[in-house]
């Protein structure tokens, strides 16, 4: 149990002095010995993690330590898309995109629905262009466009070369290497330790860990002089976890995140007292298919799609959701349904939105051999196929063509663009997708502050305790904007190793 | 740090057996000497609480004691509406009514947008028909009247003749005197103690609390050998946690609840590792007026209106929001105006459909007095006192009353009623509120299982600790109906009861 400073201290003054006290036998334990002892511990190899540590060592704090249960390093950052938000870059400027920390504050807040804390927001736009430079010219990642995502107000998100989170993490390991900063894999961290002030000072942990068997790997005891790090992402893969805060969140639904993110360091830090907020917000993917598994190549189908193809309910043959709509919209509607729903488009839109701009011919190719995507002459065929009554879902279909004809759809008010192509029968082929939600992000985590402290429920910082990434909450509120996580993660990563760095009490 | 039996297992054998553990001196403390001893304790005085500790007492658990920070006892439940959900009683029946447990299951998982626990659900649906007989039979509350209440399929709200919580509240605390069952209040819980398995099995207390002195009273330890309810209601009234959650709702906002809801027990929990669950999801009364403290007299004339009044946006004279809508959607439309916007009605909608219906002639006489309501001749008085443009707000009340006429709203999609009466200049006196939101009740707060035992960050129970009521979250879901709450309150505080005399281990 953490007490905070003035229970400690009514413990220490009133109550100590009024009745001696036992100590219990059901409590933090210390190790009498260490087994290592570095100066500064993070837990996980995603974006926050290494930027923390990498920022460590930058700061000159020796013997940084990273640790990941898993085989790999990466986590999650590596499966990302590999493009990071700043504002008011270079790369900007040449585009000529007028772009600030302000505008950047601004829209984090919009999309965060009145949730995101302003004092966590306020560090990542401040600290966005900073941070790209530090990526750029400190890490050597290689940026090669700024594009616009959905919902930011100007074009800021900037890509690597690679398309992919690993441009950023590669680079980031390289540095590591080059530091001396040991990265070590197959290492669960079991237990964060606090000393008798309450001060986290260490972690048990299982070396030679293997994924999914609790009881393998060797238990060893590492103190930390400069504090612990957890970055070691959220829990969309804990089906109790998830469906604790959204009972919705079954094992029917997969995950898009890779099998480690289990959430076991956002609870260890709860059984020290630590405040989690905004659990509930767990965004669902709306383009994941069932017919294949994780993120998969459904998504890169059907995001440039929105707007030139309808999506059915099998059941109704009727649409049921404006498909250029939100994600959490979408995702939604989906849900409420109950089962997968298709999607299509004929050739010539999927030629013109889809292939070559947001999938490789290749990845096209793979995603039709392995049934993801399905090709039919007819929407008869489809019809058929998916078990959807023929004549009503002509019906749709018209009306849906008159829509995009029109411009408008008076029934749920999606967008049309100029060169959308109905589906008219006779003008096949056509391609389909079917459609079930994967869960994707946890919104919500740890309570920290804008140091990235970690807070116990009455909100005051846990001495020796960081957060950054996936485990914390209140970066983004309700809806986070793409690429701005990965500005998160990095950012706030790299603010624990400069509270750590700044401390002055170690253990 | 409460370990779970994993853990606790693996230090027992694995860690200890290899590293001698050294107690930290930050533990939770158990008292050399106990100052008391029950049986059964129980935290606050509200419905959960004197429910868990009357069917303590009826369950023959000897010796139990309820123990509220406040000066007098009820907590929120004695300014409550006094009405109960019930599905399946004898007033139904002679009403005609039909309805079920399976009906009032599904209602609550409607209105809980997916969000509520089906197990906590099914357990309020399959027990509101015993409790509401328990309540009359065994109690003594006086039902008079079941009425619908908006959100439920069938009228199941059954309201007692106090037409408040008091008619529950006062035959519960006679109940406990003529048990023997001591209420003490101005005792604050300051800590849940835990012995050396985790169990808890206590309390320190501050007997002679004055609220608002953290300080004041004498510390006195007091065991419990079947354990402690946390049944001291949520957190609406402490304005950090509830920003720590949901940032917009700083102390700019006032609450509807008693002073008390501060949350300590919530946090106490935290700090013996307890989840909590969708804590974000607070509710705003949207019919508070900032002309008045509390709950006020406002929410009175507010809701009979919707759909006779429409709603102002003074500093654009436009509608904002369908004024039918349910509490979240208007609360959620007027923060996001900023400032305090107004509704008004003719005299004649008032006469009709307010006085001596939803509010005693003498309560709107006192509101007029007090000026929370405000009478104007004219439109353009209202325009003038309230600084709108006049020109602006005949054109929008034009609109409206054009609205009316046709019992079509395609601007905001409000429902008007056969009786509706518009606004028209020339037809005053009209009557005004200022509207600006309360907070109104915390849907979320401590995860509990169909048993009432409060759970750890990992989903197992913390033995001896156990919740009910507003402190607890997951039963609602993210929207509550009208008086379930009632039901949930005194049916999980009874549940606790029943767990903790089913035990066989006690401390």
Redesign the interface.
């Known amino acids: ?3 905070n400073r ?3 201290l ?2 220490a003054s ?2 100590l002095a ?16 260490w087994d290592r002892t570095v100066d500064f511990l993070v837990i996980g190899t995603g974006f926050a993690g290494l930027g923390s540590a990498l920022e460590a060592h930058m700061l000159g704090i020796k013997n940084v330590l990273v640790l990941d249960k898993m085989p790999f390093p990466g986590g999650n950052s590596v499966i990302n898309g590999g493009a990071v938000a700043a504002a008011g870059t270079d790369m900007q400027q040449k585009a000529g995109i007028k772009d600030s920390a302000d505008l950047l504050y601004s829209d984090i807040l919009r999309a965060g629905g ?5 004092e966590l927001a306020r560090v990542i736009a401040d600290n966005s262009l900073e941070n790209y430079y530090w990526l750029r010219d400190k890490i050597g990642v290689k940026f090669k466009a700024v594009y616009l995502h959905g919902g930011h107000s100007v074009k800021r998100s900037h890509a690597c070369q690679e398309n992919s989170g690993a441009g950023f993490i590669l680079p980031m390991l390289a540095k590591c290497k080059e530091f001396g900063i040991p990265v070590e894999t197959k290492t669960y961290v ?2 964060l330790i ?5 001060r986290v000072v260490g972690v ?1 942990v299982r070396k030679g860990y293997r994924f999914g068997k ?2 393998s790997g060797k ?1 060893q ?1 590492i103190r930390s002089k400069k504090g612990v790090v957890i970055a070691a992402g959220g829990f969309a893969q804990n089906v ?2 998830r469906m ?5 969140l079954t094992a029917e639904f997969g995950s898009t995140n890779h099998p480690g993110a289990t959430g076991d360091l ?2 260890q830090a ?4 630590a ?7 767990i965004q669902l993917g709306p383009w994941t298919s069932p017919d294949e598994q994780g993120f998969g190549l459904a998504p890169l189908f059907v995001e440039p799609l929105v707007g030139y193809a309808p999506m059915i309910d099998p059941a109704t043959a009727k649409r049921f959701v404006k498909e250029t709509g939100n994600r959490k919209v979408r995702a939604d509607a989906i ?1 409420a349904i109950g089962h997968p729903v298709i999607m299509f488009a004929n050739e010539k839109s999927v030629m013109n939105q889809v292939v070559s701009k947001n999938m490789t011919p290749e990845q096209f190719k793979h995603a039709c051999e392995a049934n993801v995507i399905r090709k039919f002459s007819t929407l008869r065929d489809i019809a058929a196929f998916y078990n959807v009554d023929y004549q009503a879902l002509m019906a749709e279909n018209d009306k849906f063509n008159g829509f995009m004809k029109a411009k408008k759809d008076p029934d749920y008010g999606c967008m049309f663009f100029d060169d959308s192509l109905p589906n008219e029968e006779g003008k096949g082929p056509f391609y389909v997708v079917r459609l079930w939600p994967r869960v994707h992000h946890c919104m919500g985590g740890l ?1 920290i502050n804008n140091k990235a402290q970690v ?5 005051n910082p846990i001495a020796g305790l960081y957060a950054a990434g996936e485990s914390t909450g ?1 970066v983004h ?1 309700a809806v986070r904007l793409g690429t701005v996580a990965v500005a998160d993660c990095i950012i706030m990563g790299r603010t624990a190793a400069r509270t750590a760095a700044a401390e002055r009490q170690s253990a």
Do not use: C
């Open positions: 149990m953490a007490m003035r229970s400690f009514g413990a009133a109550a009024l009745t001696p006290l036992a100590a219990s036998a059901k409590t933090p334990k210390m190790p009498a010995k009145g949730l995101a804390h302003k079991e237990e606090q000393n008798g002030a309450g048990k609790p009881d238990v005891y109790t976890m604790s805060h959204d009972p919705r956002i609870q709860q059984f020290l007292g405040n989690t907020i905004q659990m509930d917000w849900v309570e807070l116990d429920a009455r909100h209140g509120g």
